[in-house]
């Protein structure tokens, strides 16, 4: 474009000299038909160049009309020279460019000067058209500029390519800077490029960034990972995943590095990483993997203490029956209470056991939580170097829980607190009402809760063991089964709540608990006395297990009741059914749930129902935990007795039963 410019150039100067002397000779027609000739041969030549350059050829005067244009200028923008010559070339020029053009044109000829700019003009069909163009002045022999001679390209091509890579830069940085954290790294894993979500994770100015190796800024252990990924992706060409914990934070995060392609699809130096924090689904996975865990283990101990609960009713009846016929002074009785008292001991690992029970519910019901507090942290506390701190408002709200299961809860934390304070110290209990609303960081539904918090001064746990402490058998204790907690997380999920824990070494640990509030009045505490209650009637007992049936119908025997047996549901039905038709029918039906092999009561009951919508029966089940047996009304039963049970609890089961209405 230069050379062709030059010629131009060299020969529009030549034109205007030839102009200029034809005029001074006009006295001598010889010369002034040569110069004539001369003329004519350089227009020709000027026209037969322009006319077959590429670029587009304008020539103007200095007022910016167009003069000449080339072939090429009109075919590129669809006018023609009648459109154009002797118009101003402004009238085509898009409006955002007009006035700097103008100023570039001016200052092009204030400077008498080549200069080069990019404009955009409309074509004849409306569209816009980029151009780049180069105009030099054309000086006459005084060195006067007399017209400018504009050269242009069309370069539409061009900017359409880099409006697309703008457009496209600015779509990936915002997706850099949308991402949690994002940097750049080169094969020394040097930053080159770093995100403000990676800028404020660390905390250092980008300046003190850019440049330096990732090892100055993490530890030895991660840096050392870091590298190694960074070398396999740069090796593979291919994307990888990895999560680690940020020590420093102590979050979880999961970086993507990507390779930087070049146009041949090679690896360069460079890799993407992108980290997004995973925290919140680190944890949502810890409490789903403990809840498996759970159901897992809950399936195997159910079963272990139903038939240990069998077992042991037969213990406990015989011995309470044996002790019936002796005198509290003699020796046997006395060894007999002993074994009687390591039954009971027996029968609370059963229900230990029974918290893991798959689908199992506690028999809850409204209760005021301050007192089972206070009760159950002295008493665990008793003959410890260790006070206790209580902040407990006077309107907390009353709770729906099986008090059994909930001073179980108490005690373990209590007990975990102590072991913790061994020099001793001081344990904070605390409760309170809360509000649980939508977009709060807890696993629980909407509504109202009490929150009871314990904390304690102890030696705290380590960040590597806290993710543990609720798997059953962990324990970092000599001595101890690693239950307890597992126990306490599993009563708090069955309650319909949520346990969660904080710690720092050496500072301290704080459980907190959040169970939903209840919405029924607080049921006046029972004190079940040792006093047997006797009646008369007929009683059908339904069990599986001989030595049920055998002690249990001694203790019916010993009270007063005529009864008859039954190994299931269905002969359980057809006594029933015989005993209605004799004119002799059964006062209570007492039921084991569950039946291997056979109908249980669950069942059963619905049978009886329909034949004796007034029967009145008694829920027994080892599975204590049994949803029947924490809501047994609502299966149509009037009565509970959980195995293992002693003759005095039977009997006052079977007193409130009969003088009771069957339920409706």
Not at 78 to 87: A, H, Q, S
Request: charged share 30%.
């Amino acid at each position: 474009m230069k050379d062709e410019r030059k010629t131009k150039q060299e020969l529009l100067q030549e034109l205007v000299s030839l102009r200029q002397r034809i005029a001074e000779m006009e006295q001598s027609e010889s010369e002034r038909k040569q110069m004539e000739e001369a003329l004519r041969k350089s227009e020709e030549t000027l026209k037969l160049i322009t006319d077959n350059m590429s670029d587009m050829v304008r020539v103007l005067d200095l007022q910016g009309n167009n003069v000449y244009a080339s072939p090429s200028h009109y075919s590129v923008l669809g006018y023609k020279p009648e459109d154009r010559v002797g118009k101003s070339t402004f009238d085509i020029v898009h409006p955002d460019d007009v006035e700097g053009l103008i100023r570039v044109f001016s200052e092009s000829l204030a400077r008498r000067q080549p200069t080069m700019v990019e404009y955009r003009v409309r074509h004849a069909n409306g569209h816009y058209v980029w151009l780049e163009t180069v105009g030099d002045p054309i000086r006459d022999d005084k060195g006067d500029i007399t017209a400018v001679v504009v050269s242009a390209r069309d370069i539409s091509e061009r900017k359409a390519s880099e409006e697309r890579l703008r457009k496209s830069e600015e779509r990936y940085r915002a997706l850099a800077y949308s991402i949690d954290s994002m940097y750049l790294v080169d094969r020394e894993c040097r930053y080159l490029f770093i995100n403000e979500g990676y800028r404020q994770r660390i905390g250092i100015p980008l300046e003190e960034i850019i440049g330096r190796r990732y090892n100055e800024f993490h530890p030895k252990e991660d840096a050392r990972e870091f590298t190694e990924k960074v070398k396999e992706v740069y090796e593979s060409g291919k994307p990888i995943q990895h999560e680690y914990i940020s020590e420093r934070e102590q979050k979880y995060f999961i970086r993507t590095f990507s390779p930087v392609m070049d146009q041949e699809g090679k690896s360069i130096s460079a890799v993407t990483v992108a980290a997004k924090d995973i925290t919140d689904r680190k944890h949502l996975e810890a409490h789903l993997l403990q809840a498996q865990k759970m159901e897992a283990l809950g399936t195997l101990s159910g079963g272990i203490a139903h038939d240990f609960n069998n077992i042991l009713t037969g213990i406990l009846g015989n011995i309470g029956l044996a002790m019936i016929h002796m005198q509290s002074e003699d020796i046997t009785f006395k060894r007999l209470a002993a074994a009687e008292k390591a039954a009971l001991q027996a029968r609370d690992l059963t229900q230990h056991l029974l918290t893991f029970s798959r689908g199992g519910a506690p028999v809850k019901k409204a209760a005021s939580i301050t007192e089972l507090l206070r009760d159950s942290v002295m008493f665990a506390l008793t003959g410890s170097n260790v006070q206790c701190k209580f902040s407990i408002p006077a309107d907390l709200r009353p709770l729906d829980v099986d008090e059994g299961q909930m001073n179980q809860v108490i005690n373990n934390l209590i007990v975990n607190a102590l072991q913790a304070m061994p020099e001793g110290g001081t344990i904070k209990v605390g409760a309170e009402n809360i509000i649980v609303g939508a977009g709060q960081d807890l696993p629980l539904k909407e509504g109202k809760y009490v929150k009871i918090s314990i904390e304690d001064e102890g030696i705290g746990i380590s960040k590597a063991h806290l993710q543990k402490i609720f798997d059953p058998y962990f324990t970092t204790k000599q001595k101890g089964s690693g239950l307890g907690l597992a126990i306490t997380y599993s009563i708090v999920r069955q309650h319909g709540g949520y346990i969660d824990v904080e710690s720092d070494l050496g500072v301290g640990t704080k459980f907190s608990i959040y169970l939903p509030a209840s919405s029924a009045n607080m049921a006046a505490k029972e004190r079940p006395g040792k006093e047997i209650i006797g009646g008369e009637g007929k009683v059908l007992l339904m069990d599986d297990e001989e030595v049920v049936r055998d002690v249990a119908g001694e203790m019916l025997k010993h009270m007063g009741y005529t009864v008859e047996f039954a190994k299931d549901g269905i002969g359980a039905i057809d006594l029933y059914i015989k005993a209605r038709s004799s004119g002799r029918p059964f006062d209570v039906v007492i039921m084991d749930l569950t039946i291997p092999g056979g109908m249980g009561g669950k069942e059963a009951i619905k049978r009886l129902r329909e034949i004796d919508p007034s029967v009145k029966a008694v829920v027994s089940s080892g599975y204590s935990n049994d949803p029947i047996m924490a809501d047994f009304r609502s299966y149509g039963f009037s009565g509970i007795v959980a195995k293992p049970y002693k003759i005095e609890e039977l009997g006052r089961v079977l007193d409130t039963v009969r003088k009771g209405h069957a339920p409706g």
